[in-house]
């Protein structure tokens, strides 16, 4: 199994920054890369952005491009989302999540931390 561990969420004023952590643990895992979803009030769970474990090749969504950085430490074995110029609409539950080698999914999940943009 994999267990992910979130945290650094909590409540911020529009403008400001956050950075989230991601600590994985657990035998099953062996990362082809790690990302960061989140999921708004009412809405899907949507990407945010990823990051391949071996070369950290980088991916964001539209709305996370130029506003977030996602790093990751392989030591560590942890995953990080470094957000600025938050704004309002980036509410939501963020979840970390790991796909494996050999898996085209992201399989493994934390249990979300919740992000709060206040206007």
């Known amino acids: 199994q994999v267990q992910l561990v979130e945290s650094g969420g909590g409540l911020v004023q529009a403008g400001g920054s956050l950075t989230l952590s991601c600590a994985a643990s657990?035998?099953?895992?062996?990362?082809?890369?790690m990302g960061w979803f989140r999921q708004a009030p009412g809405a899907e769970r949507e990407f945010v952005a990823s990051?391949?474990?071996?070369?950290?090749?980088?991916d964001y969504s539209d709305s996370a491009k130029d506003r977030f950085f996602i790093s990751r430490d392989n030591v560590k074995k942890t995953v990080s989302l470094h957000m600025r110029n938050l704004k309002p609409e980036d509410t939501a539950v963020y979840y970390c999540?790991?796909?494996?080698?050999?898996?085209?999914?992201?399989?493994?999940w934390g249990q979300g931390t919740q992000v709060t943009v206040s206007s």
């Open positions: 990051i391949t474990w071996t070369f950290g090749g980088r």
């Open positions: 999540a790991v796909r494996n080698w050999g898996q085209s999914d992201f399989s493994y």
């Open positions: 657990g035998d099953a895992f062996n990362p082809n890369a």
